[in-house]
Nanobody, 127 residues
Framework: QVHLVESGGGLVQAGGSLRLSCAASGRTFSVYTVGWFRQALGKERECVAATWWGGSSTYYTDSVKGRFTISRDDAKDTVYLQMNTLKPEDTAVYYC????????????????????WGQGTQVTVSS
């Protein structure tokens, strides 16, 4: 079992920055792929970024490329999402999720691959 706690959300003006954190506890040795998802009101939950074991490989959805950076500190069992140049359309509840095995890049957005989810943190970007 892996327990995830997100933090760092809040209200920010357009153009601003936030850094989300996802702290893992429990059987974290089983963590392989970690994804950040977001769900805006009335929309499907989408994967915005992902990182694989070791952190050398990353994935970003097109709408956040160049603005968001995912990183992980395995010694601290924590994954971060640095969000810069935020836009009102980034407003959503952000969730981190972990998969107990390596997820292929093609399937990184498939929520069924992720066994553990955090409770989510609200990010609101005002215009």
């Amino acid at each position: 079992q892996v327990h995830l706690v997100e933090s760092g959300g809040g209200l920010v003006q357009a153009g601003g920055s936030l850094r989300l954190s996802c702290a893992a506890s429990g059987r974290t040795f089983s963590v392989y792929t970690v994804g950040w998802f977001r769900q805006a009101l009335g929309k499907e939950r989408e994967c915005v970024a992902a990182t694989w074991w070791g952190g050398s490989s990353t994935y970003y959805t097109d709408s956040v490329k160049g603005r968001f950076t995912i990183s992980r500190d395995d010694a601290k069992d924590t994954v971060y999402l640095q969000m810069n140049t935020l836009k009102p359309e980034d407003t959503a509840v952000y969730y981190c999720a972990v998969a107990p095995e390596n997820v292929s890049r093609r399937n990184v957005g498939d929520r069924s691959n992720y066994a553990y989810w955090g409770q989510g943190t609200q990010v609101t970007v005002s215009s």
